[in-house]
């Protein structure tokens, strides 16, 4: 099973399938596998030590970042993501990014951006839209609509432990006046906007 794979310069992990998002447009509902790999699908969760030990394969000079991020949300595995996120920091320079759903506070029931201090580098947000009727339309979190306002409080909780923070929306999913109203809301937090092109 794939537990890590390579997208561009960067390392992905791929922790879990599991996500509290059902989202229209993922990437999962196009084929087994992407960027490459023949499946991310897991035959089942890897344990932190097998994390750790696929990276024995790699000469890590190559490679810009390493990413959290796969066919799941990889804040599901909270404890494996720390355990992991420690072991190569403890071992390799490259900086660490963790791609989120930003519903870890809702996942956990509690304020687990502290956690992450000294760990990750960059958290990377999933925006997607300009307000929560939207979101919910097109993500479909098991949250519902409170999932919205949940992630922008996430953003805002990591601010004072994660060196960048960053919300990041799809260009083409978005009308001029939506993307207007996510620049707002990430001024408002705080938090850096990444505008990204949609990849077919």
Not at 16 to 40: H, K, P, Q, V
Not at 160 to 188: D, G, H, M, W
Request: hydrophobic share 35%; proline share 2%; net charge negative.
């Amino acid at each position: 099973m794939t537990i890590t794979y390579i997208v561009k310069n960067n390392i992905y992990i791929n922790l879990t399938n599991r996500c509290t998002n059902r989202c229209t447009f993922c990437i999962r509902n196009n084929g087994e596998g992407a960027y490459g790999s023949d499946s991310l699908w897991l035959e089942r969760e890897p344990t932190a030590r097998e994390v750790i030990d696929d990276f024995h394969k790699y000469d890590m000079t190559k490679y810009d970042e390493i990413v959290f991020c796969g066919y799941g949300e990889p804040t599901m595995r909270l404890e494996v993501l720390l355990e992991v996120a420690a072991a190569l920091k403890q071992k390799y320079s490259n900086p660490l990014r963790l791609n989120t759903n930003g519903q870890a506070n809702l996942i956990h029931k509690k304020n687990v951006a502290p956690l992450l201090e000294n760990l990750i580098d960059t958290v990377s947000i999933s925006l997607n839209s300009a307000d929560a009727d939207s979101y919910h339309s097109i993500c479909r979190s098991v949250y519902g609509k409170q999932a919205f306002e949940a992630l922008i409080e996430f953003g805002k909780a990591c601010l004072p432990y994660i060196k960048n923070v960053v919300f990041s929306v799809v260009r083409q999913t978005l009308s001029e006046q939506e993307l207007e109203t996510c620049k707002r809301i990430a001024e408002n937090t705080g938090v850096t906007l990444r505008i990204r092109e949609l990849v077919e």
